[in-house]
């Protein structure tokens, strides 16, 4: 007889839990990055909104979604303790019914990615694979505190951003494009640290050695606030350097707001960082579109 005759059940998911499964509040980000992408590749839009909107929905329903099933999945016995109302621990979403929407949705991503030219395939290979190694075993690298939150953050941010530019421009982004990304993938390590917070104690129980369970609190969001300063103050000197030196001040602003929240958010990391994802982090992704535009004006002038 099974250890787990709830992996059996074939009653099926309620429909809201299944919506509550692939997260659409996490679908912004790389929605948001892809965008940046678009914009920041200097191509014509015209002629280019159905394309678009394909790798917005494939960035954010699809592959975004996709990992956040494959996440809840393989994070069951977590979300046991972290939290129990989940979908899955919670039973709305019964039996093996949580790694077969996962499954599809990977089958899902690859299709539609492959409408999108070969840097969009190429892209979407990529970020399937990444979703499954971030949270499946054997590799599951969610259990490292470094490779976890940077591999998120490289399928939040730098990855979309070069889908978007890539596909806009039917080719390889310029290397400008692809250096701003980066750097910006780069600082999104820290939001994602921050993120770790709210499982803190589920993850000390299990072994997960994020940043906040290894550093502790207070010096996990120091170095949460440092990887995502460092990497802007980057974008700066080199919008500057590109000679785009108005959206560099403008960037400038949103990395100074973002200063006074994290004397905030350091008085207390654990309590305030749901507070600084809502303040700090909006400044962030704020710059992130003024670098595109700057990008724009710079892939104007060549």
């Known amino acids: 007889m099974s250890a787990n005759p709830d992996l059996h059940s074939s009653s099926w998911p ?10 659409p509040i ?11 992408g ?14 678009i909107l394909l790798g917005l929905v494939l960035a954010g329903p699809i592959v975004c979604g996709m990992s956040q099933a494959a996440n809840d999945w393989c994070d069951r016995h977590v979300d046991k303790i972290n939290e129990p109302h989940r979908p899955i621990p919670s039973g709305r979403i019964p039996g093996m019914w949580g790694a077969w929407i996962a499954i599809a949705m990977s089958v899902l991503a690859l299709a539609v990615g492959w409408q999108l030219g070969p840097w969009g395939f190429g892209a979407t290979v990529f970020g399937v694979l990444a979703a499954w190694a971030y949270s499946a075993e054997p590799v599951r690298l969610k259990r ?10 490289l399928c939040y ?6 889908t978007g530019a890539a596909v806009l421009s039917a080719g390889a982004p310029s290397l400008q494009v692809v250096i701003i990304a980066a750097l910006y993938a780069l600082g999104a390590h820290g939001i994602m640290t921050l993120n770790d917070f709210k499982a803190l104690e589920g993850d000390r129980q299990l072994g997960i050695n994020s940043l906040p369970v290894a550093l502790g609190p ?16 980057a974008v700066i000197a080199l919008l500057t350097l590109w000679g785009q030196p108005i959206f560099a001040v403008a960037i400038l602003a949103a990395v100074i707001g973002q200063l006074m929240a994290m004397r905030v958010l350091l008085k207390d990391p654990k309590a305030k960082a749901p507070w600084y994802n ?6 962030y992704v704020g710059g992130m579109m003024i670098a595109a535009f700057g990008l724009r004006g710079l892939e104007a002038l060549v």
């Open 26 to 36: 996490t679908w912004f980000p790389p929605m948001w990055a892809f965008l940046c």
């Open 218 to 233: 207070e010096r996990a969001a120091r170095l949460a606030c440092w990887m995502m300063i460092v990497p802007q103050m």
């Open 38 to 51: 678009v914009v920041s590749s200097g191509g014509a839009l015209s002629g280019q909104i159905g394309l």
């Open 278 to 283: 809502g303040t700090g982090v909006s400044l």
């Open 157 to 162: 941010e730098g990855l979309p951003w070069f």
């Open 144 to 153: 490292s505190g470094w490779w976890g939150p940077g591999l998120v953050a």
């Open 14 to 23: 309620q429909p809201l839990a299944a919506l509550e499964l692939i997260k």
